[in-house]
């Protein structure tokens, strides 16, 4: 490696060594990274002077000596990460150490003529507007429910958005901020802690059924970048028909959509039924965990890794667990647990947190 690009990553190391302990010292980057406490010294001083990392008081190493502790300056930079649904937009503000500093959600239909873009471009500086944040922010990353081509500036075809070759140029033209656009569910899966997870499947239950996983800590975006639809595995051959034209594929029977009728409009009118008497809700709620609990173990034998179950059902599954467990297992007999099962970290804005989080990613790189 050439000198400078070396120089480059170990700083680059550092930082997100630190962003992702929260609170360190010089001892321990030092240790932990395996480099030389001068190498350390120069480093951390040129960005405690630059301002990306504050010292804060007195930190207990392992030695039990009493160390100066230091973390990542939260302000120092932001990203903004919109999610766009067909009925709604959400804005979230990411700092420097990933945390969502500010979030709302905006019922608006999704249209795609010109205005919708514009429109969408005012409700984000009208997001900013008064936090004296303009010149730190990296740029604008938008999650999309559908496949997107970023060689053809194009979403290649989305359901949701009923859209099929639909230039990203409007997007792009409409904001001062560079953007940049991601699936939805690459985007929910961004928003975990990849650091944690290293090689994990990500499941979006959503009102259409995503799917992205990463290896190695990265996204595998696969060759023409339709990796992890797992919404169109056939679950029941000859089955109910999916909106692809396929019958029986997953996402007729995992997907959110399924649990809402003209009783439970909504997912959390249904998820609030639950347990309350009502047999046909029961029914239909055992009936859709034995359905997921079958895809769940084809994904477990497929890739043999953590599965996170995020997206709107996702959310609320946490509190389903047990019940969840004892399906999944009667499928499977290779696992003796289902400890590999994970709950999301985000649960409602995760597509627009991992979003903007490329472009705090992508300044961390080079910083
Ligand atoms: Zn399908």
Same mark, same amino acid.
């Given at each position: 490696m050439e000198r400078a690009a070396k120089k480059y990553k170990t700083r680059s190391n550092i930082v997100n060594y630190i962003i992702n302990n929260k609170t360190t010292s010089k001892v321990e980057i030092s240790k932990e990274l395996n480099l030389s406490m001068p190498t350390v010294l120069s480093n951390v001083n040129g960005l405690i002077e630059e301002g990306i990392v504050v010292e804060n008081g007195e930190y207990e190493s392992t030695g039990g000596r009493k160390a100066k502790g230091m973390s990542i300056n939260p302000v120092y930079r932001y990203a903004v990460g919109l999610m766009i649904t067909a009925n709604h937009l959400v804005i979230a503000l990411v700092n420097m150490r990933y945390e969502v500093e500010k979030e709302e959600r905006i019922r608006m239909k999704f249209s795609p003529e010109s205005s919708y873009c514009m429109n969408v471009a005012e409700l984000v500086e009208k997001f900013i507007n008064?936090?004296?944040i303009k010149d730190r922010i990296l740029g604008v990353g938008i999650s999309i429910p559908g496949i997107i081509n970023r060689e053809r500036h194009m979403?290649?075809?989305s359901h949701a958005l009923q859209?099929?070759?639909?230039?990203l140029s409007f997007f792009e033209q409409a904001f001062s901020y560079p953007v940049y656009f991601e699936n939805d569910a690459n985007a929910a899966m961004n928003a975990e802690n990849l650091n944690k997870y290293k090689n994990a499947v990500y499941l979006s239950l959503n009102n259409t059924l995503g799917g992205a996983f990463c290896i190695n800590g990265k996204l595998f975006q696969g060759q023409a970048q339709? =990796?992890?639809?797992?919404?169109?595995?056939?679950?029941?051959?000859?089955g109910r028909r999916c909106y692809c034209g396929?019958? @029986?594929?997953a996402d007729a029977y995992?997907? =959110?959509?399924?649990?809402?009728d003209d009783k439970h409009e909504t997912l959390e009118q249904f998820m609030k039924s639950i347990?309350? @008497?009502d047999k046909l809700v029961d029914d239909k709620w055992d009936k859709y965990l034995t359905d997921l609990a079958i895809l769940i173990s084809n994904i477990r034998m497929a890739y043999d890794t953590d599965i996170i179950l995020g997206g709107e059902v996702g959310g609320y599954l946490s509190e389903h667990m047990m019940a969840l467990g004892e399906k999944v297992m009667s499928y499977n007999?290779?696992?003796?647990?289902?400890?590999y099962l994970k709950n999301c970290a985000?649960?409602?804005?995760a597509s627009a947190v991992g979003a903007a989080k490329y472009f705090l990613y992508e300044f961390i790189k080079n910083i």
């Open positions: 008064g936090m004296d979403i290649e075809k859209l099929e070759n639909y230039s339709k =990796a992890g639809e797992f919404g169109h595995m056939i679950l029941f051959p000859g396929k019958e @029986g594929c995992c997907a =959110a959509s399924v649990l809402v347990g309350t @008497g007999n290779f696992d003796t647990d289902i400890r985000n649960k409602r804005e």
